[in-house]
C-alpha cells in the first residue's frame, strides 16, 4: 500500500482539474496531479518516458489511439515520449478528489541504465535484452513498483538531505529494472507456448503453471533447466524479478483468482486446486498480497 501523498489546500488550487506539482531531482522528476471535479477529454502529454501510478479515486483514459480502460489505484500506466494520455474523471469531487504521480525520466536514464545491466548482467535463460516493451503500458497490482513509488514520494515531500539526487539516482534505476522485469514476465506469458520446447527458462514456467498443485522442488526444477540449483536461483530471478518460491506463488494466486471469479467452489476446494494444502495459509497468504479476503474477492466481482 502507498503511504499517504498531504492534499494541497484549496487555496493552494490552481485549478481544480489537474492541478499540478512538480519536484525535481537531478535525473527525473515527480509530478504530482489532483482533480477535484468531474471532467471529460483532458488532454496531458510529456516530452520524456513517464511512470504514472494512481494514488487515489478513478479516471478513464485511453493513450494515443487505444481504448479507454479504467485506471484505479494500485495501479500503473507506462507513458512514451509525447503519446496523448486523454482521461476523464468520473467520479471526482471537491471531497473526493482524483490523486495521480507522474515520475518523468530522461531517455539517457534508460539507456545507461539498460547498457550496464545488458552488459553486466545479460539474460542468459531467455536470451533477451533489457529494456523498456512500449506494447505493454498497463501494470496491475505491482508491490515492489508501488514501494519504489513510494521511496519517490517519500524523497520529494520530506527529504531535504544534501544526499537526495543520489538516493533519487539509485532509486530510478531500481524502478527501470523492476520494469523491465515485470515486462519480461508479461512476455514470457505471451509467447510461452511457441518457446515451452526450446527454451529452458519457458519449459520450467510451463510446468510450474500446468502442475501448479505439485509440490515444487530447487533441485527438480533446476535439472530440468540443466543448471545447478543456485545458478538457476539466480538466473531466475535475474529474468523474473522473483525468486521461484515467490514465482510459484504468485502463479497459484493467479489461478486462484480465476476460479474464484468463474468457478461456484468453495474456497476450500479452490485453495487445494491452486496448489495450496492449507486454507487457512491460503486466507493468509491471499489477503497479504491482494489486501482483501478470497470470499470478499469474489464479492467484490
Same mark, same amino acid.
Given at each position: 500500500?502507498?503511504?499517504?501523498?498531504?492534499?494541497?489546500?484549496?487555496?493552494?488550487?490552481?485549478?481544480?482539474?489537474?492541478?499540478?506539482?512538480?519536484?525535481?531531482?537531478?535525473?527525473?522528476?515527480?509530478?504530482?496531479?489532483?482533480?477535484?471535479?468531474?471532467?471529460?477529454?483532458?488532454?496531458?502529454?510529456?516530452?520524456?518516458?513517464?511512470?504514472?501510478?494512481?494514488?487515489?479515486?478513478?479516471?478513464?483514459?485511453?493513450?494515443?489511439?487505444?481504448?479507454?480502460?479504467?485506471?484505479?489505484?494500485?495501479?500503473?500506466?507506462?507513458?512514451?515520449?509525447?503519446?496523448?494520455?486523454?482521461?476523464?474523471?468520473?467520479?471526482?469531487?471537491?471531497?473526493?478528489?482524483?490523486?495521480?504521480?507522474?515520475?518523468?525520466?530522461?531517455?539517457?536514464?534508460?539507456?545507461?541504465?539498460?547498457?550496464?545491466?545488458?552488459?553486466?548482467?545479460?539474460?542468459?535463460?531467455?536470451?533477451?535484452?533489457?529494456?523498456?516493451?512500449?506494447?505493454?503500458?498497463?501494470?496491475?497490482?505491482?508491490?515492489?513498483?508501488?514501494?519504489?513509488?513510494?521511496?519517490?514520494?517519500?524523497?520529494?515531500?520530506?527529504?531535504?538531505?544534501?544526499?537526495?539526487?543520489?538516493?533519487?539516482?539509485?532509486?530510478?534505476?531500481?524502478?527501470?529494472?523492476?520494469?523491465?522485469?515485470?515486462?519480461?514476465?508479461?512476455?514470457?506469458?505471451?509467447?510461452?507456448?511457441?518457446?515451452?520446447?526450446?527454451?529452458?527458462?519457458?519449459?520450467?514456467?510451463?510446468?510450474?503453471?500446468?502442475?501448479?498443485?505439485?509440490?515444487?522442488?530447487?533441485?527438480?526444477?533446476?535439472?530440468?533447466?540443466?543448471?545447478?540449483?543456485?545458478? &538457476?536461483? =539466480?538466473? @531466475? *530471478?535475474? !529474468?523474473? #524479478?522473483? $525468486?521461484? /518460491?515467490? %514465482?510459484?506463488?504468485?502463479?497459484?494466486?493467479?489461478?486462484?483468482?480465476?476460479?474464484?471469479?468463474?468457478?461456484?467452489?468453495?474456497?476450500?476446494?479452490?485453495?487445494?486446486?491452486?496448489?495450496?494444502?492449507?486454507?487457512?495459509? &491460503?486466507? =493468509?497468504? @491471499? *489477503?497479504? !498480497?491482494? #489486501?482483501? $479476503?478470497? /470470499?470478499? %474477492?469474489?464479492?467484490?466481482?
Amino acid at each position: 500500500m502507498r503511504n499517504p501523498v498531504p492534499w494541497r489546500s484549496e487555496k493552494d488550487l490552481k485549478t481544480l482539474v489537474e492541478n499540478r506539482v512538480i519536484f525535481g531531482f537531478e535525473n527525473c522528476e515527480l509530478n504530482i496531479f489532483e482533480t477535484h471535479q468531474e471532467a471529460e477529454n483532458v488532454h496531458l502529454t510529456f516530452n520524456s518516458f513517464v511512470l504514472t501510478a494512481m494514488l487515489k479515486g478513478k479516471k478513464n483514459m485511453a493513450l494515443g489511439n487505444t481504448s479507454f480502460f479504467d485506471y484505479l489505484p494500485g495501479e500503473m500506466v507506462i507513458v512514451q515520449p509525447e503519446e496523448v494520455m486523454r482521461i476523464n474523471f468520473p467520479t471526482a469531487t471537491m471531497e473526493d478528489p482524483t490523486q495521480c504521480v507522474a515520475l518523468s525520466i530522461s531517455e539517457e536514464s534508460i539507456q545507461e541504465t539498460f547498457e550496464m545491466m545488458n552488459e553486466k548482467y545479460p539474460r542468459l535463460m531467455s536470451g533477451n535484452k533489457w529494456e523498456l516493451d512500449k506494447s505493454f503500458f498497463h501494470l496491475l497490482g505491482r508491490e515492489d513498483l508501488n514501494k519504489i513509488v513510494n521511496r519517490f514520494i517519500n524523497l520529494a515531500i520530506s527529504d531535504n538531505s544534501g544526499e537526495k539526487d543520489v538516493i533519487a539516482k539509485f532509486t530510478l534505476k531500481e524502478m527501470l529494472i523492476r520494469l523491465s522485469q515485470t515486462q519480461a514476465r508479461h512476455l514470457l506469458e505471451a509467447t510461452l507456448n511457441s518457446k515451452k520446447d526450446s527454451n529452458p527458462l519457458f519449459h520450467v514456467v510451463n510446468y510450474i503453471k500446468t502442475n501448479i498443485t505439485e509440490k515444487f522442488s530447487l533441485n527438480g526444477l533446476s535439472k530440468m533447466a540443466c543448471l545447478s540449483p543456485t545458478h &538457476f536461483s =539466480r538466473l @531466475f *530471478k535475474l !529474468e523474473t #524479478g522473483m $525468486t521461484l /518460491t515467490e %514465482f510459484i506463488q504468485y502463479e497459484r494466486l493467479k489461478k486462484a483468482k480465476k476460479l474464484l471469479i468463474a468457478s461456484d467452489f468453495s474456497v476450500r476446494e479452490i485453495a487445494f486446486r491452486s496448489g495450496f494444502t492449507d486454507v487457512n495459509f &491460503f486466507n =493468509r497468504v @491471499f *489477503k497479504r !498480497e491482494l #489486501g482483501i $479476503t478470497p /470470499t470478499d %474477492f469474489r464479492v467484490s466481482r
